[in-house]
């Protein structure tokens, strides 16, 4: 559970322009029957923590010396730089039976060795907890607050500003869930507040307003689980989600950019004997605007995840997804999203993990003709040198191409990262 909890609270981190539903954190089908290469404990390598009362501390330190070729992320004159990064974290999980209590606190500290003018730190702070009223009944809830700079390499840039565009978010999240004999019912819901500073653009230090995108999202989750054994269940689940702008009231763009998106999925969650486990949800997803201009965006919804096992030391993890979204971009009321990845992991030594991944996504802008494609390439290389030290190297490369009379730009960043990491 803990190493979920992380997980959830550094992709939303990273994924700083989409409200992050609470964590999945049981299901009918339960993944025990195969463990993953990253999720393996190696006997001497696993960390136990810090107990201290009734709770165990996971304190860490990851230093990274990072090369970018392309900061800005600029279709032409790209400019590169060495990048310090050190991101310390703590997180402090219950020990109690009946219920659990997870506060995190994460920071990612960016120095750069010339263009200090892209120096961030980006915090996250969240607290998660979750009470079984009885055997079949549990309850959840969720705070969080982020602080945090948008990446150059955004689909909601539409502007080269002078420093990354800060922003704050603060999400309050409850949730319920039910088993009934081989059926479970679960239902979230959430507020998401987004406050963006204002930005000054680089070529002119003219002060570029960041206001229309202040905004409240409210959104609510329901499934629905037939479990037709332990290692298969079959699912229904619908999400709606309704965003409302501060400045609504006095500005037409605010007021035409309000949205409610819903989606309606059904599928399968296995974990399988013919080595494969995952979930594969099919269904359809519609996003509607205020403002006539923004006509609606509907079609496919996909949401599926799925790894194989061809041997106990190699994992093969594909995924697919296709959903509608909110945007920045000031000239769209919302984009759609078709994107498929695929990563492989093999453990070449019990301390040595090795990656590759390839991945795609293609957004189509509403409201604006322009459509980004990005591919995408990463490898990586994993060594623990001991239960307290490990190393990663990682090198990845981007190409985005924006095409239609609203393209923004084009460019290739290609990455190389150096890190050590700390744990007690």
């Known amino acids: 559970m803990r190493h979920l909890l992380v997980v959830a609270a550094l992709l939303a981190g990273a994924a700083p322009a989409a409200a992050q539903l609470m964590p999945n954190d049981q299901s009918l089908v339960t993944f025990n029957r195969y463990i993953a290469v990253r999720e393996r404990r190696v006997p001497g390598f696993d960390s136990p923590g810090i107990p201290l009362g009734s709770f165990t501390l996971q304190p860490t330190l990851d230093a990274n010396v990072l090369y970018n070729d392309n900061v800005l992320a600029t279709q032409d004159d790209r400019d590169g730089d060495v990048i310090a ?3 310390p974290a703590l997180t402090a999980n219950s020990n109690w039976s009946d219920s659990l209590l997870s506060l995190s606190a994460i920071a990612d500290i960016d120095r750069y060795g010339r263009l200090g003018t892209e120096n961030t730190v980006n915090t996250n702070l969240s607290a998660y907890g979750w009470h079984d009223l009885s055997r079949a009944t549990r309850f959840r809830s969720l705070v969080r607050f982020q602080s945090l700079r948008e990446s150059r390499e955004s689909q909601d840039v539409f502007v080269l ?10 999400e ?7 088993r009934f004999a081989n059926t479970q019912v679960s239902v979230d819901g959430g507020v998401v507040k987004s406050d963006f500073d204002d930005a000054v653009r680089r070529s002119d230090n003219v002060l570029i307003d960041q206001d229309f995108r202040d905004s409240v999202l409210k959104r609510g989750r ?7 054994s332990p290692a298969v269940a079959y699912f229904v689940q619908g999400t709606y989600d309704r965003r409302t702008y501060r400045l609504r009231a006095r500005d037409p763009l605010a007021s035409a950019r309000e949205s409610e998106i819903v989606e309606a999925l059904g599928g399968v969650r296995f974990e399988l004997p013919i080595l494969a486990r995952g979930e594969v949800g099919v269904g359809y997803t519609r996003g509607s605007y205020r403002g006539v201009q923004f006509t609606p965006v509907s079609g496919l919804a996909i949401r599926t995840q799925v790894t194989f096992f061809p041997t106990q030391l190699t994992n093969v993890t594909v995924s697919a997804e296709r959903r509608v979204s909110d945007t920045g971009v000031p ?8 994107s498929g990845s695929i990563r492989v992991d093999h453990e070449l030594l019990r301390q040595l993990v090795l990656g590759a991944s390839a991945g795609f996504r293609r957004d189509s802008f509403n409201g604006a003709d322009r459509d980004d494609e990005r591919f995408e390439l990463g490898a990586s290389a994993d060594y623990r040198l001991n239960r307290r030290l490990s190393a990663r190297l990682n090198l990845s490369r981007l190409d985005l191409t924006s095409s239609g009379t609203g393209a923004f730009k084009s460019f290739v960043a290609n990455r190389l990262l150096f890190g050590v990491g700390v744990r007690p």
């Open 85 to 87: 990064r050190i991101t």
């Open 161 to 170: 500003t002078r420093r990354p565009i800060r922003f704050r978010t603060l």
């Open 331 to 338: 000239s769209s009321g919302g984009f759609a999203t078709l």
């Open 172 to 178: 309050l999240g409850v949730g319920a869930r039910h």
């Open 222 to 228: 329901a499934r629905v689980e037939f479990g037709q």
